[in-house]
């Protein structure tokens, strides 16, 4: 994303705490990435430390904030239930009272989550941004459907204009090591088993880093009216089961996975599928990868990056 809005000609102002929650040693790599670029600033900070973020707007005369910072993890969020009651809701609000006082501030762009739409059927045409959201199944659902609510409340009293947007399942290069798609590369590659949860019978909206950083710059560039806290879908639109991901893994490996299969663990939901519609009127937004080169691209990645250049098939 960073990346992307710098060679558009942006200046970033990046801000992470770089925390444990996975290998500090790939976040310090992913900064490295911007080493001799002066279009991009680091400040190593706590988004819920309100004051510094207040400060740190003020001072750059930030008038658009791209809020991706939170504590992720479905499953982390039933044993450190008060990491998600830090990051993502005092974090949440420490941006946005940063925003609504800043002087000629114009959008805040934020990531919610397929997850507010809770354990749902999914329909033939997936799930639209109108259906109800009140059955949250994880708290880390629940705070992010209360950062949608603090947003709207914001938008009203103060005519802040946000976009909200909810990511379905994004993977790829740089990823997060607590997905399923890089924790199962990893097994596959080390010859450890893998467990399937839901017994291979979930489905997921699987989307490409690089197609999600088109509807993020999309919808950065096209702010609602002050007043409006506006909510979109960001997803491939086309859901994908387990069992066929994983398949799809194999082969861009080269090597069949031991497999072992687990009942569905609490938290987890059967699928995701959004519905983009919105997304597309909006900004012309329509995914491009599909999940075979996704993946493919992913085990090149993994491969170079952890120096494992014996990938079979490869």
Known sequence: MSHRLIERGETVIGVDNL???YD???KDARLSTFNGR?????????????????????????????????????????DNPF??????????????EACRRAPGFEHLVYASSS??????PMGSDGFTEEERVDHPVSLYAATKRSCELMSQSYAHLYALPQTGLRFFTVYG???RPDMAYFGFTQKILRGDPIEVYGEGRMARDFTYIDDIVDGIVGALD??????????????DSCPVGLMEMIETLERAIGREAVKVMRPMQPGDVTATYADVSKLHALTG??????????????????RDFYGMQDIPGR
């Open 24 to 26: 500090p040693a790939l």
């Open 173 to 175: 290069p740089w990823g």
């Open 19 to 21: 925390n444990d929650y």
């Open 222 to 235: 096209n702010p609602p009216p002050p007043h409006e806290n506006r909510l979109l879908n960001i997803g």
């Open 38 to 78: 002066r279009e991009f600033i680091f400040e190593r900070m706590d988004i819920a430390d309100s004051e510094r973020i207040a400060a740190l707007v003020a001072r750059h005369g930030i008038a658009r904030v791209v809020h991706l910072a939170a504590q992720a993890g479905v499953r982390y969020s039933i």
């Open 115 to 120: 997850s507010v739409y809770g354990d749902k």
């Open 83 to 96: 990491a998600y009651q830090r990051s993502n809701l005092a974090g949440h609000l420490s941006i946005l």
């Open 285 to 302: 937004y329509k995914p491009k990868v599909m999940l075979n080169e996704g993946l493919a691209r992913f085990a090149d990645w993994y």
